[in-house]
């Protein structure tokens, strides 16, 4: 994982070795648009922070590119106004959010396919019953349509305890 800085500021270097060292990732520095733009196409990066007085002389970066490639979380920090203390705790804060919305939209996945696959489950265990139910299934068939019914019979019972019990860490 690492960062982009975007700033034309005679310190965006040190600034960056700092922050570098203290969330302990590596930190890029573009001191224009054009590197910037460059520097996102060839590789992903965590967090693009800008620096507002860029901004302020164009149009905001993502904009003009159509937006920030991959999953980078934009930020948009005054430089001349923050110390490297807020920028760190501003990145910090980002990736704590991004980390929270990503677990709760595994949860939410997780829980969506856990529904269906219990919808289907149900499905099949209904209908394979129902066929056996009708008394005209030849044996062969019939013999069949037992094991669909224990087969799901059994995805039912296992899918019905909670994920956490399973040891499902997903969640």
Do not use: W, Y
């Amino acid at each position: 994982m690492s960062i982009l800085i975007v700033s034309g500021i005679e310190g965006a270097r040190n600034c960056a070795a700092v922050v570098g060292t203290q969330l302990g990732m590596e930190v890029d520095v573009a001191e224009g648009r054009k590197a910037a733009l460059a520097a996102l196409r060839r590789r992903e990066f965590v967090a693009v922070v800008v620096d507002e007085t860029m901004v302020e002389c164009d149009p905001p970066l993502p904009k003009r590119s159509g937006t920030i490639p991959g999953l980078a979380i934009p930020l948009q920090i005054n430089f001349a106004l923050s110390g490297v203390a807020r920028l760190v705790r501003e990145i910090r804060a980002a990736l704590h959010r991004r980390e929270r919305e990503q677990t709760l939209a595994r949860r939410a996945a997780a829980a969506a396919i856990e529904a269906e696959l219990k919808s289907t489950v149900a499905g099949l265990l209904l209908h394979s019953q129902l066929a056996l139910s009708g008394g005209e299934v030849p044996s062969s068939i019939a013999d069949r349509l037992r094991v669909v019914a224990d087969l799901a019979g059994n995805l039912r019972q296992q899918l019905s305890v909670p994920l956490q019990v399973r040891g499902d860490t997903a969640a």
